[in-house]
């Protein structure tokens, strides 16, 4: 019985549902639903259908908010990930997928130290 109520508090969910304080943030939702086709904004596959600024532009696509709304409902061959994401999820991939973006996907500041230097 132990194991039992320990596999229930454990069990991966999605963050659907939780407290603010217990929802993941936009590059953890990203990683855990969206990586595995859009590595570092690309389109496995799809080439013509990354996530780089001039991808998303050429396709109209000018801002988080219709980047969460793709993310929730789906596009073309992509299906949406409303409940997975949760309540706010998609609005935190969005903009941390429009911020990626405008960044050229380029790796965070303290990410570009040279081996064994802190940034």
């Given at each position: 019985?132990?194991?039992?109520?320990?596999?229930?508090?454990?069990?991966?969910?999605?963050?659907?549902?939780?407290?603010?304080?217990?929802?993941?943030?936009?590059?953890?939702?990203?990683?855990?639903?969206?990586?595995?086709?859009?590595?570092?904004?690309?389109?496995?596959?799809?080439?013509?259908?990354?996530?780089?600024?001039?991808?998303?532009?050429?396709?109209?696509?000018?801002?988080?908010?219709?980047?969460?709304?793709?993310?929730?409902?789906?596009?073309?061959?992509?299906?949406?990930?409303?409940?997975?994401?949760?309540?706010d999820g998609s609005a935190l991939v969005g903009e941390w997928v429009w911020q990626r973006a405008l960044a050229g996907w380029a790796?965070?500041?303290?990410?570009?130290?040279?081996?064994?230097?802190?940034?």
């Amino acid at each position: 019985m132990l194991a039992g109520v320990f596999l229930l508090l454990s069990w991966p969910r999605s963050a659907y549902g939780a407290s603010a304080d217990q929802r993941a943030s936009g590059e953890q939702l990203f990683e855990a639903h969206c990586a595995g086709c859009h590595i570092n904004g690309g389109n496995i596959l799809r080439r013509g259908k990354t996530l780089k600024l001039a991808t998303l532009q050429r396709n109209g696509i000018e801002g988080p908010e219709l980047i969460a709304s793709i993310a929730a409902a789906g596009i073309g061959q992509m299906g949406g990930y409303a409940t997975v994401l949760g309540e706010d999820g998609s609005a935190l991939v969005g903009e941390w997928v429009w911020q990626r973006a405008l960044a050229g996907w380029a790796p965070p500041a303290a990410d570009q130290s040279a081996p064994g230097q802190k940034a």
